[in-house]
């Protein structure tokens, strides 16, 4: 009787054991999880230069694609003056759209376009001479607007692509709207009225989106054009050409004072760079366009063209409990024009994941931004992470011990 207790104990252990061994066996092996070797931000290249800023007014600069770099003064709704013919020329084109060296179609001039430039040449407003039956194409219409500023070409262009200017400037608050001005309101489409407003932040937002037609960045950059009845005229900008600026639109009102928003074409190492700015509210174009060019001045040296990523940087690791180790990488390298003292933010998103896991696996992406700039890279592992060998899998341990 002892002898068949004391083997049934035995067969008891054993069948415990046995149990054991394959409950550890057969054991879902743990999840492993990232872990990110990145700092979350860093600091690119020197800290930022000191701006000159005009000692009045409101002004900001920005950087194509990497947006506002700073600002100064109020970034408040303020009289724009004839910086809104800039909204008004690009939903003419948007309108009535124009391939470069095409005129488009021609406008015949009426009697009461007529009648409006003498009222507004009566008032002072910049008017450019119009005469009723004769005709200008629309390339023309925008040169005469653009170029010299015409205020009642504005309206004129405004009347013939929306049949009323009031139908008008409820498509350029429309479209102010989808372009998220905050501080942007048209009260007409020449911006003699001091109800038109906006801001810098704006204004250059508003500038960009413009010059991404060929046919206005043609005509804004143009220092003169030849038109009817008038003949040779000069644009307003008397800045183009210096420093870079290739446009965009001046301003100028008692109510406004002097407003310009420019784009200028810079260098950041040996790649091409657009910087914008706008000032508001200064005392006259002359000090506008001296604001300007010492702003561009002061960006241009601090724009220079990084290394953002290496293709082989290790950007994380993951560790298994058995030892295997896997780190993980970019795979391209990301190379960025940056103005010193921005930050880089850095977000490395990786899932957990199981063995086996292969050599080269996809395991997340690195999303990397510097202002405006943003892009997400793909994250690969370098090494293989392989099944544990037996006896790991047997001695693991569990919340409750060796389970």
Known sequence: MLVNRRNLALGLGLVVVLGLIAFQELRPLPTIGPTSLLAASRRLGPASPALPWPATGSSAVAVSGLGTLATHGPQTSLPMASTAKVMTAMLVLQGHPLALATKGPLITVTAADEALYNSDLSQGQSAFPVKAGEQLSEYQALQAMLVPSGNNVADLLADWDSGTTAVFVDKMN???????????????????????????????????????????????????????????????????????????????????????????????????????????????????FSAATALIEAVTPALHYRSILSGDQVVGEYAAPWGDRATVFASQDVNWVVFDGMVLHQRPDMRSTTAPLPSGSSVGVLTLQAGDQRTQIPLKTTDAIFEPDVFWRLTRLGPGGIF
Do not use: C, W, Y
């Open 174 to 288: 429309t479209r102010a709207a989808g372009l998220g001005l905050k501080h942007t309101h048209f009260a007409d489409a020449s911006g003699f009225s001091p109800a038109s407003v906006s801001s810098p932040q704006d204004l250059i937002q508003l500038a960009e989106a413009a010059m991404n037609d060929p046919v206005f960045a043609e005509i804004v950059k143009q220092p003169e054009a030849t038109l009817p009845i008038k003949g040779r005229v000069f644009n307003v900008n008397g800045d183009l050409g210096q420093d870079g600026i290739i446009g965009v639109k001046t301003g100028s009102s008692p109510q406004a004072g002097a407003v310009f928003v420019f784009a200028a074409d810079a260098r950041a190492d040996d790649q091409p760079a657009r910087i914008f700015g706008a000032i508001m509210g200064l005392s006259t174009l002359a000090d506008a």
